[in-house]
Protein backbone atom coordinates (compact mmCIF):
# COMPACT_ATOMS: atom_id res chain seq x y z
CA UNK A 1 0.00 0.00 0.00
CA UNK A 2 0.94 3.55 -0.97
CA UNK A 3 0.02 6.40 1.01
CA UNK A 4 -0.82 9.63 -0.96
CA UNK A 5 2.05 12.43 -0.67
CA UNK A 6 -0.07 14.63 0.86
CA UNK A 7 -0.50 12.30 4.26
CA UNK A 8 2.78 12.96 5.68
CA UNK A 9 1.36 16.92 6.01
CA UNK A 10 -1.75 15.91 7.31
CA UNK A 11 -0.38 13.72 10.00
CA UNK A 12 2.38 16.85 10.59
CA UNK A 13 -0.88 19.07 11.54
CA UNK A 14 -2.58 16.96 13.26
CA UNK A 15 0.32 16.26 15.76
CA UNK A 16 0.91 20.19 16.25
CA UNK A 17 -3.05 20.30 16.64
CA UNK A 18 -2.54 18.03 19.51
CA UNK A 19 0.48 20.08 20.78
CA UNK A 20 -1.66 23.22 20.71
CA UNK A 21 -4.17 21.73 22.68
CA UNK A 22 -2.30 20.37 25.21
CA UNK A 23 -0.63 23.61 25.24
CA UNK A 24 -3.29 25.15 26.32
CA UNK A 25 -4.87 22.77 28.68
CA UNK A 26 -1.42 23.33 30.34
CA UNK A 27 -2.30 27.41 30.39
CA UNK A 28 -5.47 26.47 32.16
CA UNK A 29 -8.31 26.22 29.78
CA UNK A 30 -10.84 23.46 30.75
CA UNK A 31 -11.55 21.06 28.04
CA UNK A 32 -15.11 22.32 27.05
CA UNK A 33 -13.09 25.78 26.35
CA UNK A 34 -10.77 24.42 24.03
CA UNK A 35 -13.79 22.72 21.99
CA UNK A 36 -15.57 25.84 21.91
CA UNK A 37 -12.26 27.89 20.30
CA UNK A 38 -12.34 24.59 17.74
CA UNK A 39 -16.24 24.71 17.27
CA UNK A 40 -15.76 28.78 16.87
CA UNK A 41 -13.08 28.36 14.07
CA UNK A 42 -14.91 25.53 12.31
CA UNK A 43 -18.44 27.54 11.92
CA UNK A 44 -16.34 30.39 10.53
CA UNK A 45 -14.63 27.98 8.40
CA UNK A 46 -17.96 26.43 7.37
CA UNK A 47 -19.89 29.60 6.96
CA UNK A 48 -17.56 30.83 4.08
CA UNK A 49 -17.22 27.52 2.60
CA UNK A 50 -21.08 27.34 2.18
CA UNK A 51 -21.22 30.68 0.84
CA UNK A 52 -19.01 30.06 -1.97
CA UNK A 53 -20.66 27.16 -2.59
CA UNK A 54 -24.26 28.62 -2.86
CA UNK A 55 -22.91 31.72 -4.23
CA UNK A 56 -20.04 31.20 -6.47
CA UNK A 57 -20.25 34.46 -8.08
CA UNK A 58 -20.78 36.46 -5.18
CA UNK A 59 -19.18 34.36 -1.94
CA UNK A 60 -19.90 37.78 0.10
CA UNK A 61 -23.75 37.23 0.30
CA UNK A 62 -24.72 35.29 3.01
CA UNK A 63 -25.19 31.62 2.33
CA UNK A 64 -28.88 31.42 3.92
CA UNK A 65 -30.21 34.01 1.10
CA UNK A 66 -31.21 32.93 -2.04
Not at 21 to 39: A, C, K, M, P, V
Amino acid sequence: MILHPREKEVRQAEREMMHLHFSWLDRGLTRGETIRILSDLLMSVAKHMIREERHPNDPSKPGGLK
